[in-house]
């Protein structure tokens, strides 16, 4: 009895150990997402952290902004200049019912104050005034925008307006707006105005020194459903078409994100009896998972064994093992290992010759965790081995006798060698019986001789 307890006891622990265990953590398995649309990304290596309908074109609203200062910071070197609102720029707003920022015909300010006047209050005025200032006329500015952001990769992008009220043909997508923001945090003035919770307008000619509030809640302190101190600007929008957006970027423990969320609406998501912006809930939703939950880990060190490639030309060995370059992290939820993790050879070789060294690049693999791919990584052999020429030169004959083209040659080689001794055995013959004949021709001539001479000599006997 002892016996067969103890024998379950080591099968258990056996199969335990040695069986793989099945994990595929999801990203977002744990995040309620409110929005129609939200995607997050990471900063420090473009990650895809969270990605729903990340591909869906809609109605950008006032995100649109984002692309408007990013042409005007591409085509203005000075950000001191004088801008003068002009009457047409505030005609084509009227009845639209847009966010202004309170400007007045033939009022000028710098350009860095009109696009504080664009990105802290979301004034369509002050995109209409910058639009007509870079681009001529408004249409033209458009123009540039589509330009900018075809430039940058994103396809599913297009403008009719400078300041993102509806229209049919003015969409863009979660993940095309997040390229965009990255390329607009790149200009220090950008950034720095969109992390402003307030700013104070100097005076100008037309109206006295006022401040100018961020419609982004979750950099304001006064807003304490939604302030988040690790949160940063950038954009918020709101068109019927639209719903609720907000485009913000994030920075706790050395971790960075960039979260968008759109379609949101205002609902009571918390059991509090108060509705809330579900643009910025979801975000501050993704950042709080992504700074509790994910972290660096290693996920392929530079000793796993990932596959094998047979070996030509070798004595010792006939397989080489295949190994990551380096040892590569990537941010995954935290406990992820390399046993979390599926490494994807991709057009690994199925042989390869001797001689090899150690470290030599085999093929480059994608590592894929929760069926995304989370890294690209280079393979490389494990081990060097030497060329030996006896076997190369055994494997070279081998293939030279495998090769229908040399059989047809040593054949037809043969059938000459063959036909070359035929002819000389036939020849040599040919001689032998000339010879013989001559031989026989010079005897009889011999013999008819002799007995003539003998015959002339005999004397018979009387």
């Known amino acids: 009895m002892k016996k067969v307890i103890i024998f379950l006891t080591i099968f258990i622990l056996v199969v335990s150990t040695a069986s793989p265990i099945a994990f595929a953590q999801d990203y977002q398995k744990n995040i309620t997402l409110n929005c129609d649309i939200d995607y997050m990304i990471s900063l420090d290596n473009g990650t895809e952290i969270v990605t729903k309908n990340a591909q869906k074109k809609t109605a950008p609203a006032s995100v649109t902004k984002i692309t408007t200062a990013l042409v005007v910071l591409q085509n203005c070197d000075d950000l001191s200049k004088t801008v003068k609102v002009s009457q047409s720029a505030i005609d084509s707003l009227k009845n639209t019912g847009s966010s202004l920022s309170g400007l007045k015909v033939g009022e000028e300010m710098s350009v860095l104050d009109m696009l504080h006047c664009l990105l802290i209050p979301s004034g369509n005025d002050a995109a209409a005034v910058l639009a007509e200032f870079i681009g001529g006329t408004q249409e033209h500015f458009v123009e540039m925008m589509n330009e900018c952001v075809k430039n940058l990769g994103c396809e599913n992008t297009h403008y009719d307006n400078p300041h993102g009220l509806d229209s049919q043909t003015h969409y863009s997508t979660a993940e095309d707006i997040a390229v965009?923001?990255?390329?607009?945090?790149?200009?220090?003035?950008?950034?720095?105005?969109?992390?402003?919770?307030?700013?104070?307008l100097p005076a100008t000619n037309q109206n006295k020194e006022r401040v100018l509030t961020n419609t982004n809640?979750?950099?304001?302190?006064?807003?304490?459903?939604?302030y988040r101190d690790y949160i940063k600007g950038i954009k918020t929008g709101h068109t019927e078409n639209s719903g609720y957006c907000v485009v913000t970027y994030a920075s706790k423990n050395g971790y960075n994100y960039l979260c968008v969320a759109m379609g949101g609406d205002y609902r009571d998501s918390d059991n509090d009896k108060i509705e809330e912006n579900q643009a910025f809930m979801d975000s501050i939703r993704m950042y709080e998972w992504a700074f509790s939950k994910l972290s660096y880990e290693l996920i392929a060190s530079s000793n796993l064994i990932v596959s094998e490639v047979k070996v030509n030309y070798s004595w010792k060995t006939d397989h080489m093992r295949i190994v990551p370059e380096k040892d590569t992290r990537a941010l995954v939820p935290t406990g992820t290992n390399e046993g979390s993790v599926l490494i994807v050879p991709e057009d690994k070789p199925e042989e390869v010759d001797a001689p090899i060294k150690a470290g030599?690049?085999?093929?480059?693999?994608?590592?894929?965790?929760?069926?995304?791919?989370?890294?690209?990584?280079?393979?490389v052999y494990a081990e060097s081995v030497s060329k030996n020429y006896l076997v190369y030169a055994y494997s070279l004959v081998k293939r030279l006798l495998h090769n229908t083209v040399f059989r047809i040659i040593v054949l037809l080689v043969f059938i000459v060698i063959v036909a070359y001794i035929y002819?000389?055995?036939?020849?040599?013959?040919?001689?032998?019986r000339k010879k013989k004949q001559q031989l026989k021709i010079v005897k009889i001539n011999d013999m008819n001789k002799g007995d003539r001479k003998t015959f002339g000599r005999y004397k018979p006997k009387h």
Not at 217 to 226: E, Q, R, V
């Open 217 to 226: 809640s979750t950099i304001n302190k006064s807003f304490l459903t939604y």
């Open 360 to 379: 030599d690049f085999a093929c480059k693999a994608k590592v894929i965790f929760a069926d995304a791919e989370i890294a690209e990584i280079n393979l």
């Open 180 to 200: 965009i923001a990255q390329e607009a945090l790149k200009y220090n003035e950008f950034k720095k105005i969109v992390c402003l919770p307030k700013y104070t």
């Open 423 to 432: 002819l000389v055995i036939k020849s040599n013959n040919n001689k032998r």
